[in-house]
Nanobody, 121 residues
Framework: QVQLVESGGGLVQPGGSLRLSCAASGSGFMINAMGWYRQAPEKQRELVAGITVGGATNYTDSVKGRFTISRDNAKNTVYLQMNSQKPEDTAVYYC???????????????WGQGTQVTVSS
């Protein structure tokens, strides 16, 4: 099994910044792509940003130029730097990892527990 633990959420004013972190732990695992999703009240969960093991990134249009995803493969950690935040960024943010564990036949999705981000004055 792979455990994903997020940190860094909280309350921020419009125009402010937050940095989310997500560390993967466990034994005998390998991680491929990682990403951040978010889910606002009464809305579907959406992909915010993704990053491959090689560092290629993709972003949903609404965060391009404001958010930056990065990862430290040695620490099995992914980050999301969120700048110029807007009220519409308010949501629960979830870390995701495409990972393989010893004994598994294939990679599968793992999810963190979620961290609340609220953008409000």
């Amino acid at each position: 099994q792979v455990q994903l633990v997020e940190s860094g959420g909280g309350l921020v004013q419009p125009g402010g910044s937050l940095r989310l972190s997500c560390a993967a732990s466990g034994s005998g695992f390998m991680i491929n792509a990682m990403g951040w999703y978010r889910q606002a009240p009464e809305k579907q969960r959406e992909l915010v940003a993704g990053i491959t093991v090689g560092g290629a990134t993709n972003y949903t249009d609404s965060v391009k130029g404001r958010f930056t995803i990065s990862r430290d493969n040695a620490k099995n950690t992914v980050y999301l730097q969120m700048n110029s935040q807007k009220p519409e960024d308010t949501a629960v943010y979830y870390c995701n990892a495409d990972a393989w564990t010893v004994g598994s036949r294939r990679f599968r999705d793992y999810w963190g527990q979620g961290t609340q981000v609220t953008v409000s004055s």
